[in-house]
């Protein structure tokens, strides 16, 4: 059974950095694409980033282009996310998750807590 597994999360001060780490266990097969979702308290779970392995394609959402870079390790089923130049907003728990087959991300992370202070 495939288990994704989040580290890297932490405190931060505005204007620093942190780097994310998912590690996927037990996979024998290469996924279709993997991401980096965000909640933050009392709101809704959103998309931050995305990478398909075909291709090493990149997606972000506006709030993150040019702070945030996925890549990943599709030999050692990981993908990290380094987030530069951090703000308050971008306070919340980060999840990985996994799109086996093209359709939808249906394999999740426990999450793990960012938390960026002014």
């Known amino acids: 059974q495939v288990q994704l597994v989040e580290s890297g999360g932490g405190l931060v001060q505005a204007g620093g950095s942190l780097r994310l780490s998912c590690a996927a266990s037990?996979?024998?097969?290469?996924?279709?694409?993997m991401a980096w979702f965000r909640q933050a308290p009392g709101k809704d779970r959103t998309f931050v980033a995305s990478?398909?392995?075909?291709?090493?394609?990149?997606y972000y959402a506006d709030s993150v282009k040019g702070r945030f870079t996925i890549s990943g390790d599709n030999a050692n089923n990981t993908v990290v996310l380094q987030m530069n130049n951090l703000k308050p907003e971008d306070t919340a728990v980060y999840y990985c998750?996994?799109?086996?087959?093209?359709?939808?991300?249906?394999?999740w992370g426990q999450g793990t807590q960012v938390t960026v202070s002014s």
């Open positions: 998750a996994e799109n086996r087959w093209g359709h939808s991300y249906d394999l």
């Open positions: 037990g996979r024998t097969y290469t996924a279709y694409s």
């Open positions: 990478v398909r392995w075909s291709g090493s394609i990149t």
